[in-house]
């Protein structure tokens, strides 16, 4: 495996140079593409995926690809006559909606030289890519994304929800070979992404020529996510330089109620001496016992910074503001303008300004929200009297949108539009344990999904959908009332079965305390060279 070893000694160094340097050119790209070893790779890479036996045209797949086809593509590689062939369209459901999106399905060899060409742009463009930027990378999903602006967005009081117009549709190629000619020069592995892009579709089910359109990235492709993102990567250069520039230290500033009421509270106290009589003593400290009631529930200080904070999930992004609204009305004429230069559009319907304290934002399945109210709790000093103060939150608050979660639950059958569970008739005739298994994947997705929720007690009325969905399909299965399901499998929904009754399964119980909240981030993934090189051997 020396050769191989070369291969990933080039990939390497490639994601170590660029690292260093973000102004680095990268040369002879197109060679590594030609190497065996690398189309062996890409096929290990994509040979266990769900569409690898799926046809497009014919009868081709990926079964029984063997040295003899990978060679031959080799061979047309390395003289350039390889051309790809068009995917084939289809329509497939958009989850939680009755919407569906457009997917392109490829041949086999296409997938190949794709995935060839994603093990090169990854370890060019993965060092290059900012912090800010989480969609479609290696180790990172939506709850990293949705933990940033869990930590990072406190004290926001406006956020600029931005919503791209057809953004993979509309992504002008001539633009992005231009972005990536910069940090690559080799004319051949260039003109081989400029075929990917012009390769066109065609719906065979409407029986309709070979399309190619002169704007936009194929979707369903494998390379799409990551030239989608080195595309948007000029909107997070300008965002980072924006947060930077616009940023402002300054000290908070008390309220001139506050101030009132802590100078009375000053000298009340400076009033306590000695030789005051018991009684008049008395009637001071009840005095300063209602004033610091009073304080704590006045705003006790304003924040004059500005600080600007940005997120962007592939083409789903915010912009939080700790600001005035004039200065978010600018950032999103500055937004829409850049877009302006990329030839893209920004939707002026969709993209709002939110003041967070009045209305919610749903990003990425989530609501954001702050909460204005002012909390209080009594602290125990050792040896001292309880005393009441004023608790520090974090302000900003990421919920489950319970509303959309009940229209997505009664799109797909559990309950009535209004939120009545209902039996799921499509799992009627299964076993019983398989009811059961299917109920506890829908619950683990949902519940995993929103693990990093506040507020975790409002999430019991999605499990009190689903645990008596649960049960009234279980007795429509047998043809029972509901009283007699929980009789003979309990609360929690037990069944046991097997050929002896061996086997044991119940619906799963998520947690719906305070304290089971957790972010699903960091995820551990194995080093990718070095599972290159142990697929390879």
Known sequence: MVVSNKFLLRLNSLTRYNGQDKEFVNFNLYRLILKEEVLMAAYEKIKSNKTALTSVTGDETLDGFGLERINRLKMKLTNESWQPRPARRIQIPKTGTNKTSLLGIQEPEEKIVQTAMLFILNAIYEPRFLPTSFGFRPGKGVHDALQEVDWKFFGTNLIIEGNITGMYDNIDHHILIRMLEKNIQDARFIRLVWKMLRTGYMNIEEKSGIIKPLVGIPRGSIISPILSNIYLHELDVFMQDKCSNMSSVKQRVRTPPYKELNNKLRRLKSQIEPSLPIIDRKGILKEIRQLHIKSLNTRNSVDPRIRINYIRYADDFIIGIAGPNKLAEEIKEEV???????????NDAKTKITDIKKERVIFLGYQIQISTSIKKKYVYPQGQRPTLKRVTGKGISLQAPIDLIIERLY???????KG??????????????????HYNSIIRGIFNYYLGANKRSRLGRIWYILKFSCAFTLAARHRTSLKKIFTKHGSSLTVIYGMKGEKVIKLYKPGLKE???????????????????????
């Open 336 to 346: 829409a303008e850049l877009f302006n230069t990329l030839n893209l559009t920004l």
């Open 411 to 417: 799109q797909k059958g559990f309950c009535s539009k």
């Open 420 to 437: 009545f569970p209902q039996p799921k008739k499509i799992w009627i005739p299964q076993e019983d344990n398989q009811i059961i298994q």
């Open 515 to 537: 304290k089971d909240k957790k972010w699903l981030v960091e995820r551990q993934l194995p080093d990718s060279y070095r599972y290159i090189a142990r697929r390879l051997s």
